[in-house]
């Protein structure tokens, strides 16, 4: 071979090595890229790697079927692109979802303000009070509700969403995370809601069971169940600062039938509710719409109306021992808007309490006694202490905002 080509071919091979590794403008770059977009909807099992970053435009559907896998310290970033970002699991598919204390998964928004973007929603099988036992999304038109009280649509641990409640009208905004008919198959725990324009936490039906959730100045409401949820819930915190914020917890069977069933029936304990003492958002508990709910070992504060209870149903439901109010202190006063429940029924209990003086250091804070809910299911810790977070063991410490 001459020399002179040798040297010359030798050249032009380096050339094309360099360029084939160069990240500068190829099609594997592009690629690379595209692997961090989260978009459409997704027909294939798919893991978001530990630790790195993605970024969602217009919503991103996990179909039937298919698994989204996400590790521990992964961020996904709504873009600011003026349409609706938001992540829905529909019927059948799974989201595994683990973060950790020391790197929780962080759903966020590249606009820092309220609204940003659509949340999390996870649409299951399990029963709801919809005529017709199915419905469709708020958020996604997608299919939700059924008879499989046990369905299964993954699990959620240590996750932040932050800057959702994206408005569609004045009647559709969407949640931080949102339950559709999802079913106590389903792990849910160490959830936080930060910073939404909407409600943190939304139940349509369903059974799905959570602990350990933390709603952050959502200017909705805190926490809000509809459509026949019947979940247990334990260790539940809600802190409102915005005048915005309306109910630290509103409840509902159905708005449009209150006595369809299954009625909305979730048992609650060890929740700490702290309003924004705003004298027109001024309820904490709104029982309304046929709900019931037993809740045990509660502390309200920051709301005049500490406790509301609304519609026949759902006063019947509490003086007739269907839904039962047990260690509950209020800061403030109970309204009873309808009867046959009363203000002297509820403290004729003798664990319940208003007026009180509650002493929290942030949201930390706790009153000894209360009942040992896990003699109530044995979905519950046993503990033996009102509100949902002691000082020497603050279990929203360095996950939360």
């Not at 992964?74 to 595994?96: H, R, S």
């Not at 509700?145 to 993954?154: F, K, P």
């Not at 409840?251 to 700490?272: F, M, R």
């Not at 004298?279 to 037993?294: E, M, P, W």
Request: with cysteine.
């Amino acid at each position: 071979m001459n020399r002179k080509f040798y040297l010359v071919a030798f050249a032009c091979a380096a050339m094309t090595m360099f360029a084939a590794c160069d990240n500068g403008n190829n099609n594997d770059d592009d690629d690379d890229q595209e692997n961090y977009n989260l978009i459409g909807e997704l027909t294939e099992d798919r893991t978001l790697s530990a630790g790195e970053t993605y970024t969602l435009s217009g919503g991103f559907h996990v179909k039937s079927g298919v698994t989204l896998t996400i590790e521990e310290g992964v961020t996904i970033e709504a873009m600011d692109d003026n349409i609706v970002d938001y992540i829905l699991v529909e019927q059948g598919a799974k989201i595994n979802a683990r973060g950790t204390e020391a790197n929780p998964i962080v759903m966020t928004a590249q606009r820092k303000q309220a609204g940003s973007w659509g949340g999390l929603h996870i649409c299951g099988k399990a029963p709801i009070n919809v005529q017709g036992t199915t419905s469709i999304s708020e958020v996604g038109d997608a299919a939700y509700g059924g008879d499989d009280a046990a369905d299964n649509s993954g699990v959620l641990k240590y996750i932040r969403i932050e800057y959702a409640g994206y408005t569609f009208t004045e009647e559709k905004e969407a949640n931080g995370f949102t339950f559709y008919g999802v079913g106590n198959g389903t792990q849910v725990d160490h959830l936080q809601a930060y910073m939404g324009s909407d409600d943190g936490f939304e139940w349509f039906g369903g059974t799905v069971n959570v602990k350990y959730l933390v709603s952050t100045d959502n200017t909705d409401d805190s926490f809000d169940w509809t459509e026949g949820w019947s979940g247990k819930a334990q260790f539940l915190v809600a802190e409102q600062v915005s005048d915005e914020c309306d109910c630290l917890i509103e409840a509902d069977n159905n708005s449009k039938n209150a006595a369809l069933e299954p009625v909305s029936h979730p048992v609650l304990s060890n929740v700490t509710l702290i309003g924004n003492n705003n004298a027109d958002n001024n309820k904490g508990i709104r029982l309304r719409a046929g709900t019931y709910a037993d809740i045990y070992n509660t502390i309200v504060t920051g709301k005049a109306n500490g406790i509301n209870v609304e519609t026949p149903e759902t006063s019947a439901s509490l003086s007739e021992g269907k839904s039962k109010l047990q260690h509950v202190i209020l800061a403030d006063d109970i309204n009873v808007a309808d009867g046959p429940y009363t203000k002297e029924m509820f403290l004729a209990d003798g664990t319940n309490k208003v007026g009180q003086t509650v002493s929290l250091t942030g949201i930390a804070g706790i009153i000894d006694g209360g009942i040992d809910a896990s003699s109530v299911d044995s979905f519950f810790d046993a503990v033996s202490f009102i509100g949902a977070i002691e000082s020497d063991n603050d279990w929203t410490s360095g996950w939360t905002r």
